[in-house]
């Protein structure tokens, strides 16, 4: 595509199908949709597109595929990875889903709700509730993040121990093909094996492969009871054995199970308003550890019970169990500030990968060491979902260092440590996808023949390849 | 292909890469290999090739391809479906993966193991427990059937309710495709979102799409407590409503949720050796419910509250708790006997369907309404997985009727069922899968975009055809 002006018939075609409000070239309207959260990202675009409805989204697909347009698909734009954001060049068009935000149906004796794509995930959660029911991803942006988002990303989070990722989470899906043709996939059914199983190709695609505009989700039981408790460790082979013995005591109803290193916890208490420790002394390591129950008694004997049990075997050193709601925000607060509080301690570079639950504690090991002999003086602050084996293996900049030159190295560190993933056999991206971040690493590192797959699917799903180019693949 | 005998240069190409013992043309050794268990499907074949690793596997579809010679992967031979019978053409060959049958790794700590695909289900289920962990597909022909068949047709069963379809319970696979190359996904990971996800699409699609080699499974903690109930209910929806109460009270630990109506328990009882009702009266519809717990105390007493909830609140008529393993297996034996006693009261025309749970009592209700309309005296015998609205919508001949003209009323039966299931939006195989049975039935009833990407897809990972051909698509 050129440079030059967006072509007036295309604008007018567009606005033909959504209405002239919802083609929006204004660059202030457009400039949110422009960049990442992170700032990582920076792109130009012809127009921002704001469909209503399935067939509008159609419809702007068809025209785009006629005039090899290319789309970029955007939710509650806060992915990690420069999936939502347009390239350069100024030729393509984000594709706004957010105008999609009807919840269709909620039907709790079949444990099914079907939201549209724009839907924010605290609007799904939200529409679950009311019917007594669980939708149970939870992660920090739930509030601006979209269903369609999360689909395309297969997003992970902090339940994933207990109920999966979004990709377990859905039944069936409504999928808008690069040519306008709409795949009606809603199905509410729990069994359906009737071919091949389409859903799961277009969920974590990064809308490359096609454009979801509706889904069905399961619904769960909303649990009646919870207990929390903040957990000291020696490190994190100790903190395994702590989840060996909570599922001991209550199997499934573990969920959710976060590992924080000593730095973390001292970051959140320097940087974050009336952030607290709740155990006396500074352990290495800390687990945040939540039961789940369908009981309305039973859940904090089992909690301590457990935590009993860890004690006497000497695989914990302390514990805490919030003793109220206010509480439990409180322990919450520590893992959930994490993200924010690195950016107050300088540069911080980012991995999110993964290794089998097993290896977490050598990779930690492994990859720290690396790390730091690499960059002398570097603060790993390495934290997450050790109950997945997925932990966001951060490095903070040395104190004292100079911002922008420790952030040079940004490649090369994740090479560091990325050489350590391989190695235990891991994921460079275990939860936030590939986008235009890890697209030259995936094709680095990702099994040949895998990637060749991906490829020819690419070429039968969208053989013009309008749809979000330059991402994954 | 043609009926004549089978090329020489073939069948020595083939024993050169799997050895002469392992191409078998011997039409005595064949012949098990050519017919299904219900006897629907007979074929004939070019012959039968045993490989004895992926390498070789690799090879022989190679070879195949290059000659356009088509292949059909065979496992236990288990299925309902004839997916794994050749065509009677005689120029098929059957693909035996029953020699890959190791257990290539269990790691316990990070609750996954691989197996080849010719371990059987029972032989997965076994290296599990060996380590003190779960591998909870569970279905009636566990013996025989194979992990290979299993992930190939997405097999369902008894646990689903609380673990899922198969699909649910794979990491990664192994995959030969129809060229020969390898696709290595054999991950223990718990979240990778590094690209497309390859696996789901070649689980469930019955060997078209390419042949699973080996599997990473999901393993879970091995309950250390277990309840199960016999229960009479008044009719479906009733069963339902003890569903939510039980969810209520075990949450995740109802781990099985099967109905039996009055007239499958009269048929136990008449046919299978030592079975005996375990209520006094004689119930229409009979839930066995059974719950898990890793607690080794409290299961006894949850069943115990469950019940009593529903006794009071005149959910359920009655209810027998099993005192003994012994009971246990009893009260099992009237569902499992229940497939095979059927076939003691003549010609049975059967339906594998599945609508959204809530459904399910209205669906049981038209259906056998219009069943009964349709065949006067035709006896339903519908049964199965009522937590996952699943139901074996089986149809026996009425009482002294001619089995072969009762019989040849198959295919009209089966559109008055079909006809209601669409009605509820449900699926016309919910568990065992497309074949060929259903192959003619899935071009007319499943939404025409995603037959057309399914053809699509067909095309593109085997463009000569030669995966199990006339299967599924």
Redesign the interface.
Known sequence: MSDAAPPPEVLAGLAAIVGSAHVVTDPDLLAAHLIEPRGLYRGRALALVRPDSTAQTAQVAAFCNDRNIPLVPQGGNTGLVGGQIPDSSGGEIVLSLRRMDRVREV?A????MIVEAGVTLAGAQGAALRVDRLFPLSLASEGTCTIGGNLS??A?GVA?I?Y??A??LVLGIEVV?ADG?????L????????????K??F???EGT?GIITAAALKLF?N??SMATAFVGVADPAQA?RLLEIA???????VTSFELIPRIGIDFVLAHANGARDPLGARHRWCVLLEI????TAGVDE?MAGLLQAALEGGVIEDASIAASEQQRQAFWLLREALSEVQGKEGGSIKHDV??????APAFLARASAAVEAFVPGARVVAFG?LG???IHFNVSQPIGADRAAFLAQWEAVNEVVHRVVAAF??????????GQL?RAL?GR???P??????R??K???DPRGILNPGK??
């Open positions: 039907d004796d079949a444990n099914a990303t297969n992970g994933v207990a999966g990722n990709r377990d093909l043709r709409v795949i009606n996939g199905t509410k059914l729990r069994k359906d094996n009737t071919g091949y199983d389409l799961n190709l969920i974590g695609a492969l039981p649990p009646r395994l599922r001991q005591f209550a199997g499934p109803g789940s129950s369908q009981m089992t993964s290794v089998p639950v097993s290896a979902h997945d084996g997925n056999s891991g994921s460079i991206s275990a939860e936030h996808g590939v890890k995936l590192t990702k099994d023949v895998s990637l060749d797959v991906m020819a699917l070429a039968t799903l994954v693949l």
